[in-house]
């Protein structure tokens, strides 16, 4: 088949078209950088550009849209909508023009409210941020498209944080200060984490295109869930620090300094890498159930523990 894969230069993307390559498909990524690996592959573009984003999507038979605006700190926070919502429209009129009836489309978790207790695919959807409710947004786009025709086919994926080799987010950030010695616990971190190693969802992506035709939603994790403590004591073991910290910083405290950064952000015009939306995620639920993936058959190729050893050996013991 040939297949776009709209931010195919990004994080899962890379990882997504390494996947679709080896089963021999022919793809095309379309993005605002230059793929590092797959140069040859891509046209770059932005999703904004419904011209541009027509002529790419000509001659395919499938779009994977991944492209999005998904960072904390995006400014102006306009880009959440005009990249996630405009960049959905654009992509339906590129590929209603290509007569491409098969859609990809990878949401998030954050469509969701925040500390709902393990939500699954008919839960209550209510965005607890701006990121959240353009994620949404998109998403009954993409609903509106395919039930306008019983010829489309729709998969709307929702991921759960997702981490591994090369990716500078969230997890990463985490893994670095645990190894740099500067993590500081915010509350004991009995809260539970849903999240989903690269590998995993790449081959999980790949996986979608065996599914007959149809419309689809499915949270995206690795299972078992851990616990943020346990994400800690993996972590320390790994590297071979002390396990032992019952130190932490009551949540009140935390979210009282996550306002103050953020305050001092706004003022600034700088970044800081403590706000208040950070730390609300650090110290939430954010378990969903994954029992609709796992009904497909799709069984993920590496374990949680496996996917974050393979992350902090490469990422910080190359040389050990």
Known sequence: MKILVTGGSGFIGTRLVGELLRAGHQVTIFDKAMSSKYPEYTVIGDV?????????????????????????????????HDVNVGGAKNLIAAANNAGVNNII????????????????EESEVAPFNKYGQSKLEAEKV??????????????IIRPVVIFGEENRGNVYNLLLQIYTSR?????????KK????????????SFCLNLDK????????????????????ITKTVLRKKANNRFYIPYPIALVGGYIFDLLAHISGKNFPISAIRIKKF?????????????????????VRQALERTIKTEFMRDN
């Open 48 to 80: 904004r550009d419904k011209n541009v984003l027509i002529k790419a999507t000509a001659s395919h038979d499938i779009i994977y849209q991944l492209a999005a605006e998904h960072a904390d700190d995006v400014r102006p926070i306009s880009l959440y």
């Open 105 to 120: 489309f990878t949401s998030s978790n954050a469509v969701y409210p925040l500390n709902i207790i393990m939500p699954d």
């Open 142 to 155: 993409f609903k509106e498209w395919a039930l306008g025709d019983n010829d489309r086919s729709l998969i």
């Open 183 to 191: 993590f500081v616990k915010v509350s004991p971190g009995h809260n």
């Open 194 to 205: 849903s999240m989903g190693y690269v590998g995993n969802i790449a081959s999980f992506l």
């Open 214 to 233: 149809g419309f689809y939603i499915f949270n995206y994790a690795d299972k078992p869930d851990i616990t943020m403590a346990e994400l800690v004591k």
């Open 283 to 303: 110290c939430a639920d954010t378990a969903v159930s994954a029992n609709r993936l796992l009904e497909t058959g799709f069984k993920p190729p590496y374990s």
